[in-house]
C-alpha cells in the first residue's frame, strides 16, 4: 500500500484523494476493484464521513470510479481517455499507442487564410498564417493527414521544418508557447482521390476528420489543426459516469496497421 500523506497543511479531502489515485495509477487498485470502504479511509485518515465522501467524489467526476449508489465505488477502467499532450500531438497520440511515430512533410510556408482559419485565429480573411501539411505514419504505415495552421509571429519559425527536425509541438514549447486548453470537432467524410491516395487507401474509404483550436491559458488560439485519419485503424471509445465527465479515447487498430 502507499503511505498515507502525513501533511495537515492541506484540506484533508485532497490528500484523501490523491491517496486514491496514487492506489488507481499503481495498479494496486485494478478496473473492478472496489475503493477502500468510508470507515477504513476514515480509520486510516483519521477523517470524519465528509472529506472522504468530497475525495470519492473528486475521483468520481475524473471518471475514475463508479457512482456507488449506497455501495462502495469501483474502479472503472481507466484507459478511456488520452492523454493532454496525445490529443494536441500526433507524435504523442501514436507513440502512447505502442507505434513508431514518423511524417512525410508535404508542404511548408505562408499562405492566405481561409474563412475557417482567420475565424480560428480571429484575424481578416486573407491575412498570412503558416501551413504545415504532413502525412503522419505509425510503424511506416500512413494513418493521417495532418495540417498545422499558425499565426505568423509564431509558424514563421517553422519555416525551415524538415521530416528530420524536431516535433512541432516540442519546438512550440522550447519557444515558450505553452497551449492549456483545446477545442476540437470531428465528422466523418469519404476520401477523395488526393486522400486515397496518400493514405494508401481506396477513394470512397472513411476518413475521421478532426479539428482543433489550441490556445494559451491567456485565451490566444497559436494553433488551427486539421486531421484526416483513415477510418479502419481509428477507435473512439467513452466512459460514463452519471453527473461526471464523459472521457473519450481515440485508439490507433494495431492489427490494421499491421496489415496494411
Known amino acids: 500500500m502507499l503511505e498515507i500523506p502525513q501533511s495537515?497543511?492541506?484540506?484533508?479531502?485532497?490528500?484523501?484523494?490523491?491517496?486514491?489515485?496514487?492506489?488507481?495509477?499503481?495498479?494496486?487498485?485494478?478496473?473492478?476493484?472496489?475503493?477502500?470502504?468510508?470507515?477504513?479511509?476514515?480509520?486510516?485518515?483519521?477523517?470524519?464521513?465528509g472529506p472522504v465522501r468530497q475525495a470519492v467524489a473528486t475521483l468520481r467526476s475524473e471518471g475514475l470510479v463508479s457512482s456507488g449508489r449506497g455501495r462502495r465505488s469501483t474502479v472503472l477502467d481507466t484507459q478511456t481517455s488520452n492523454s493532454f499532450e496525445a490529443l494536441l500531438s500526433a507524435t504523442t497520440f501514436i507513440e502512447e499507442e505502442g507505434h513508431t511515430a514518423?511524417?512525410?512533410i508535404l508542404h511548408v510556408g505562408q499562405g492566405a487564410a481561409s474563412d475557417t482559419v482567420a475565424d480560428a485565429f480571429g484575424i481578416e480573411h486573407g491575412e498570412q498564417v503558416v501551413e504545415i501539411r504532413s502525412i503522419r505514419t505509425a510503424d511506416g504505415v500512413?494513418?493521417?493527414?495532418?495540417?498545422?495552421?499558425?499565426?505568423i509571429r509564431i509558424g514563421e519559425k517553422l519555416l525551415n521544418l524538415t521530416?528530420?527536425?524536431?516535433?512541432?509541438?516540442?519546438?512550440?514549447?522550447?519557444?515558450?508557447?505553452?497551449?492549456?486548453?483545446?477545442v476540437r470537432k470531428a465528422h466523418i467524410?469519404?476520401?477523395?482521390?488526393?486522400k486515397a491516395g496518400l493514405l494508401h487507401i481506396s477513394e470512397g474509404a472513411p476518413l475521421f476528420n478532426v479539428q482543433l483550436r489550441a490556445s494559451t491559458y491567456q485565451g490566444e488560439t497559436v494553433e488551427y489543426a486539421e486531421y484526416s485519419v483513415r477510418g479502419d485503424v481509428i477507435t473512439l471509445s467513452q466512459s460514463h459516469v452519471r453527473g461526471g465527465s464523459v472521457p473519450v479515447k481515440l485508439s490507433l487498430n494495431s492489427a490494421h496497421i499491421k496489415h496494411s
Open 8 to 49: 495537515r497543511s492541506r484540506q484533508q479531502h485532497v490528500e484523501i484523494a490523491e491517496f486514491l489515485q496514487g492506489l488507481i495509477q499503481s495498479g494496486e487498485l485494478a478496473p473492478g476493484d472496489q475503493l477502500p470502504s468510508e470507515a477504513e479511509l476514515c480509520a486510516q485518515f483519521g477523517s470524519s464521513r
Open 102 to 104: 514518423g511524417k512525410q
Open 142 to 151: 500512413p494513418v493521417m493527414l495532418e495540417t498545422l495552421f499558425f499565426p
Open 163 to 182: 521530416s528530420e527536425s524536431k516535433p512541432v509541438h516540442q519546438q512550440l514549447l522550447d519557444m515558450g508557447v505553452e497551449v492549456d486548453n483545446m
Open 189 to 194: 467524410s469519404q476520401a477523395d482521390t488526393d
